[in-house]
């Protein structure tokens, strides 16, 4: 089972978290895409000790990362998430068997 989550807000940031915690207990192979606001998720600690667990399991929209997070440090994050786009996003979509936006 892929299980995509998509997130777009920061305010999402625990229940991202706990999601991926979630389908990883249950054995699934589980991938994210941030953008929008939800690309602050980088700053939070919770989501990111779920993306080491499991490296280059999120992927990052680099737009949104360069307009709302300018001091971000982009290769620091290499390799841990995906810095990609909107085509990122849309792959996860198409192949996640279970898609969830928040």
Do not use: Y
Request: proline share 2%; aromatic share 4%; hydrophobic share 55%.
């Amino acid at each position: 089972m892929l299980f995509g989550l998509v997130v777009t807000d920061r305010r999402h940031a625990a229940a991202a978290a706990g999601l991926l915690a979630g389908a990883a207990a249950r054995g699934w192979e589980a991938r994210c895409f941030l953008t929008d606001t939800g690309v602050q998720l980088l700053d939070d600690e919770a989501f990111m000790a779920e993306a080491r667990a499991r490296p280059l399991s999120v992927a990052v929209c680099r737009h949104s990362v360069d307009h709302l997070m300018p001091d971000c440090d982009i290769a620091a994050l290499g390799k841990v998430v995906v810095m990609g786009s909107q085509f990122q996003g849309a792959k996860l979509a198409q192949n996640a068997q279970a898609l969830l936006v928040l």
